[in-house]
């Protein structure tokens, strides 16, 4: 497995190619950039503007292993407005037109909320409308995806929505396409289950995977520390992925960013991940 890390992590006022210079100096293989609203990789970018970013890579010697983005806490693809929810698709095929011409073969999609706490006043949608949404949605996207030949790579996030390991198969499953997969955060189900479990469970269907650690008795968003500190059990999770054969990127995604000295939290990130996979 290769390492990764999540632009997210770095800190605010980085630009791209301060974010990929920091992070092969801190000895990651590849990094992970995001489609925002706005900025030099944003819904508004054309195809040249992609491609300089996509030669930035190049020039700074780091592979581009996917593509994140963050719209659809604010786009999505559950809502109970037609608008939003077409937004929200329209997110995803720029996602893909994107990631393709950036040479990426996964892009992150989170498929809407039934609820999300941590955003106030945010839409609830009854559970069962909810999956009838986002599957619609995502297997109509996976045609987009095919013919982009990028895989979409469903997140389990907290969004009160695919809560166990079995529901997240059986939705792709149902998508019923090879270009619609997991992303399968590590961090993001030490609240309410154990990945290894997950990871298992899913197996080939894992496209990609964010490496976190949460320690439970924190609770709440402020359970996610440093890789290491919390209460993952990173050798049980290296020992699933080698079972189910995933030899791809793992990419850390460390939130939130240090208050000071914001990017000492890449060269830590790199170091506990080198422990994880066995090269210290």
């Known amino acids: 497995m290769k390492k ?6 770095f800190g605010e006022g980085a630009t791209i190619a301060e974010c990929m210079a920091i992070a092969k100096d801190a000895g990651f293989e590849g990094i ?4 925002d609203e706005t900025g030099p990789l944003s819904l508004a970018s054309g195809n040249r ?9 190049e020039d700074a010697g780091i592979a581009l292993t996917s593509l994140a983005s963050g719209l659809y806490w604010s786009y999505s693809m559950t ?6 929810r077409e937004k929200a698709k329209d997110i995803a095929k720029k996602q893909l037109e994107a990631a393709a011409i950036l040479g990426v073969d996964t892009i992150l999609v989170i498929p809407g909320a039934v609820g999300v706490d941590f955003i106030p006043g945010s ?4 559970y069962d409308r909810a999956y ?4 619609e949605a995502v297997t109509e996207l996976a045609g987009s995806a095919e013919a982009a030949g990028v895989s979409i790579g469903i997140e389990n996030v907290w969004n009160k929505f695919l809560l166990s390991p079995l529901e997240m198969r059986q939705f792709i499953d149902a998508a019923g396409s090879a270009y ?8 993001n189900v030490v609240y309410a289950g154990y990945p290894e479990h997950w990871i298992r469970i899913l197996g080939p269907r894992i496209k990609k995977v964010h490496f976190k650690d949460y320690r439970r008795e924190s609770g709440g968003l402020s359970g996610f520390v440093d890789l290491l500190a919390g209460d993952v059990n990173y050798p049980e999770v290296v020992r699933a992925l080698e079972e189910i054969g995933y030899d791809g990127y793992v990419i850390g995604e460390m939130i939130p960013p240090y208050t000071h000295h914001a990017k000492q939290i890449i060269y830590n990130t790199s170091a506990s991940m080198s422990a994880i996979l066995g090269r210290s």
């Open 4 to 9: 990764g890390i999540n632009v997210w992590s």
């Open 79 to 84: 809502s109970a407005k037609r608008e939003t």
């Open 132 to 135: 009838e949404y986002a599957l």
């Open 123 to 126: 839409e609830v949608v009854p």
């Open 49 to 57: 503007e992609i491609e300089d970013v996509r030669k930035q890579a």
């Open 32 to 35: 992970e950039l995001s489609l």
């Open 180 to 187: 619609v997969g997991a992303y399968f955060d590590v961090g």
